[in-house]
């Protein structure tokens, strides 16, 4: 089983200043785990991770006692793209993203995919597919790329479990690909219920049933867990505090009822992230509910 004491429950966190500052901003929230941007999210060239940045980083990482931590790339990211700039640059981008978050010993990058609306759904899922087999080329870093669910407005790539099925498929041979970041606001926004059902052989236990015969569990590594400000369906990218939104704490119990209950991959008990991308207003509350939800679960 993961187990509940492998749900390691954390947020996004400043770098700002320097990577090495994120483990102290992540230890002040209370987390287990945390999520970076190494680089600008809205564009611009990251600050180099050289050997003297990785040593400071790891060593901050030790000070706080933190062993895993995960990376998001940039938000400009569109494999989609008509643009041959933005293409290849979203290619190089993804690719460097991975080689420094090695250097500083992320467990995961995730990415986003992008929008078809200037391709054509079919030419862009070929183009996104073949881009990524380029950032996967040759790499031997033990950092894994995810790809992350979509909440499915504009022409979104890899909105639906079927549409990740497609794009992972020619991917899984890499040694650099990981699997699959479940966002849970995203993946309810694009129509997949989360909510707590009564019985409960709905909600989480459904759509991670279907997330087992479309992808396969052995490919969901993390989850983004956010709330949603917006209804089932609505195809809108709108993060909420747990149990504010429309998933609603029932929802949430399921859904770490179903995480702390998967079966393990090949015997080995792997850390599962589950990182919050709310504001930080009351983002320590969020991390407060979530750990207590997950401690709280039948043994």
């Not at 993804?94 to 500083?104: T, Y």
């Amino acid at each position: 089983m993961v187990g509940k004491d492998m749900l390691k429950i954390g947020c996004h966190v400043s770098a700002a200043g320097g990577v090495w500052n994120a483990p102290k901003n992540a230890a002040d929230l209370n987390c287990e785990t945390f999520q970076i941007f190494t680089r600008p999210p809205q564009g611009g060239k990251g600050a180099e991770i050289d050997d003297k940045t990785s040593a400071r980083f790891k060593a901050e990482m030790e000070n706080y006692r933190f062993k895993e931590f995960v990376v998001h790339t940039p938000y400009y990211i569109n494999f989609g793209s008509i643009e041959p700039r933005i293409y290849h640059g979203s290619i190089s981008v993804v690719r460097q993203e991975l080689e420094r978050s090695d250097k500083l010993g992320a467990l995961y990058v995730m990415t986003h995919l992008g929008s078809f609306k200037d391709l054509g759904e079919k030419d862009a899922f070929k183009q996104t597919k073949d881009g990524l087999k380029k950032v996967l080329e040759d790499y031997e870093g033990e950092t894994k790329l995810l790809l992350e669910i979509a909440a499915g407005g504009g022409n979104i790539i890899g909105d639906t479990f079927e549409e990740l099925a497609e794009i992972m498929e020619p991917l899984v041979k890499f040694k650099g690909f990981g699997g699959v970041c479940f966002d849970t606001q995203h993946a309810f926004a694009s129509g997949y219920d989360l909510r707590m059902a009564h019985p409960p052989t709905g909600g989480a236990v459904e759509v991670f049933s279907e997330f087992d015969k479309v992808i396969g569990l052995k490919h969901l590594k993390m989850s983004h867990i956010n709330d949603s400000k917006t209804p089932l369906g609505s195809r809108k990218d709108r993060h909420q505090h747990i149990g504010d939104g429309e998933i609603g704490v029932e929802g949430f119990k399921s859904i770490l009822e179903f995480f702390s209950q998967m079966s393990k991959v090949k015997g080995k008990m792997s850390p599962f992230p589950l990182i919050l991308e709310t504001e930080h207003d009351k983002v320590e509350a969020d991390i407060k509910l979530l750990k207590s939800l997950r401690d709280n679960l039948k043994k």
